[in-house]
């Protein structure tokens, strides 16, 4: 039977009603709220998904919470929250669903993987948000996941918080594939804090590559988005793969912003209050396509290149085993786990 929305969309007219996704939506309870932040369950039908994309690199994708805090001004994922019928961009940021049952679902689940098949973590939100410390479904996931061999896991995110888990990363990386990919955008602590608000700074994150690289963890730096004229001077990106580098990271990823048009009404007016300069340069860069022009791709590829070639990193076996240090259409998120 269709469920009668709620108080948690407002937006909504009353009596509408409400189907699939939305109807779990409506359905969850409170959990905890902060800092304009609300906690939701969400009651899922399933914990690993199939990738529908015959494109994408991986076939699973997990994504323990639905939103992520972090409130990243250029987040591509934000769309996800319109199939609950929350179409205000900053929901995204502020309503964080978290999944129930998930390390008993998959353990069910995983009969369904086949030998070879990927798995990708954090595809759309980060799975070591500020929920995670609160819920801890990811560390339920590892934990059945610890149990497994010969599985292809790939994880990707921007905070500290995963060394945590580094008891449980050393168990899955000795009886399986295991790839960490942490996100670094730019070293520079202050511009950071603009882009990704309530995400650890980049030294923190850095220390954690430190950290799961001293482990035995293969761990790459996934620099993402590049942003142009923010992020993207070779001087910018240089300090990127050397520092990358020198916390042992075993490469280096690139990939230019990806700007939808959900992600564009919250970008851009950030772009207008924070860099008001290049709001002319990003309406015409971005006029006529979410992807920038394959030549400015190839450019940041090439850099990038370079410089991982300089400071000893990556290389093209590095780069088979794990699709890093190349620049390619789509969310950088998306494109981690070949």
């Known amino acids: 039977m ?16 409400l189907v699939g996704i939305a109807k779990l939506a409506a359905e969850g309870e409170a959990l905890d709220a902060g800092h304009n932040v609300e906690y ?10 199939r990738c529908a994309s015959p494109r994408m690199p991986f ?11 972090f409130a990243c001004k250029y987040c591509y994922a934000r769309y996800t929250h319109e199939f609950m019928e929350l179409r205000d961009g900053l929901d995204f940021e502020r309503k964080i669903f978290v999944k129930q049952h998930t390390g008993a679902m998959l353990r069910c689940e995983l009969k369904k993987v086949r030998a070879g098949e990927s798995i990708a973590i954090g595809t759309a939100t980060d799975p070591y948000q ?22 292809r896991i ?21 009886h399986n594939h295991l790839t960490i990919h942490m996100t670094v955008t730019t070293v520079n602590n202050d511009l950071a804090r603009l882009l990704e608000p309530r995400a650890p ?3 923190l994150r850095l220390k954690a590559v430190q950290a799961l690289a001293k482990a035995g963890v293969h761990v790459s730096v996934n620099c993402a988005p590049v942003l142009p004229a923010i992020t993207d001077s070779p001087a910018d990106l240089e300090k990127v793969v050397q520092a990358a580098a020198a916390a042992g990271a075993k490469s280096v990823f690139a990939n230019s912003l990806f700007l939808k048009p959900c992600s564009a009404k919250v970008f851009m007016p950030f772009l207008k209050e924070s860099f008001p300069e290049l709001v002319s340069l990003y309406q015409k860069r971005y006029a006529g396509s979410a992807f920038l ?3 400015y791709r190839k450019r940041i590829s090439a850099l990038m290149k370079k410089y991982c070639e300089k400071y000893g990193i990556g290389g093209r076996g590095e780069q ?15 494109r981690l786990f070949a």
């Not at 939701?40 to 998904?49: E, I, Q």
């Not at 500020?130 to 599985?151: D, N, V, W």
Request: include cysteine; hydrophobic fraction near 35%; aromatic fraction near 4%.
């Open 201 to 203: 700074r980049p030294d």
């Open 320 to 334: 088979r085993k794990t699709g890093v240090m190349s620049v390619t259409r789509g969310p950088a998120q998306l």
């Open 2 to 17: 269709d469920h009668p929305a709620v108080s948690l969309f407002p937006q909504i007219e009353p009596g509408a009603r």
């Open 130 to 151: 500020p929920a995670e410390r609160k819920f801890g479904i990811t560390r339920a996931l590892l934990e059945e996941f610890a149990q497994h061999s010969g599985l």
């Open 40 to 49: 939701l369950t969400l009651d899922n039908r399933s914990v690993l998904c």
């Open 154 to 174: 790939g994880l990707v995110t921007k905070s500290n918080l995963i060394v945590r888990d580094l008891d449980l990363l050393k168990t899955i990386s000795e």
């Open 293 to 295: 022009p394959a030549e």
């Open 59 to 69: 076939a699973w994708t997990i994504n323990p919470y639905r939103g992520c805090e």
